[in-house]
């Protein structure tokens, strides 16, 4: 371990974090709960509205926290279980690569083990700001 190490957390959160929200974005402002639903259902999924809410809150708001560094392990562990979905219910059915998810699944894991990390708003209002 070097003086850098503490820090890798914040560019993890970064990577995936934006990715998430890039995807999340997409989904809110494009294909709104009705669309994500629809594309749900179309893959055989249950519940597909009540999923479609918690795909769009975890893309977008569990995003933002993560770059932020505000309950990272928590939305990375949701990040994570997403991505292993995707592979396995998904992606490998489809018989589609599955890169992306696996290396997003990948930086969520990572995010669980650093957690915020010293570069985070959580430590800020752990110190009272400073």
């Known amino acids: 371990m070097n003086a850098l190490t503490p820090y ?8 995936v ?9 997409y989904k809110f402002h494009h294909m709104g709960v009705a669309g994500v639903a629809g594309m749900l259902h179309g893959i055989g999924f249950p519940f597909a509205t009540i ?6 809150a975890v893309e977008t708001i569990g995003a933002i ?14 990040m994570a ?3 292993l979905v995707a592979i396995l ?23 669980i083990a650093l957690g915020d990390g010293p570069l985070s ?6 110190h009272g700001g400073s």
Request: hydrophobic share 65%; net charge positive; aromatic share 16%.
């Open 65 to 78: 926290c993560v770059v932020i560094g505000f309950y990272t392990r928590f939305w990375a562990a949701c």
């Open 89 to 111: 219910a998904v992606q490998l059915p489809k018989g589609s690569g599955f890169e992306v998810e696996g290396l997003l699944f990948a930086g969520a894991v990572t995010l």
């Open 81 to 83: 279980i997403e991505m």
């Open 51 to 56: 999923f479609a809410v918690i795909l769009i």
């Open 8 to 15: 890798a957390a914040f560019f993890m959160r970064l990577a």
């Open 121 to 126: 708003i959580a430590v800020k209002l752990k």
């Open 17 to 25: 974090g934006l990715v998430f929200l890039q995807h999340g974005w």
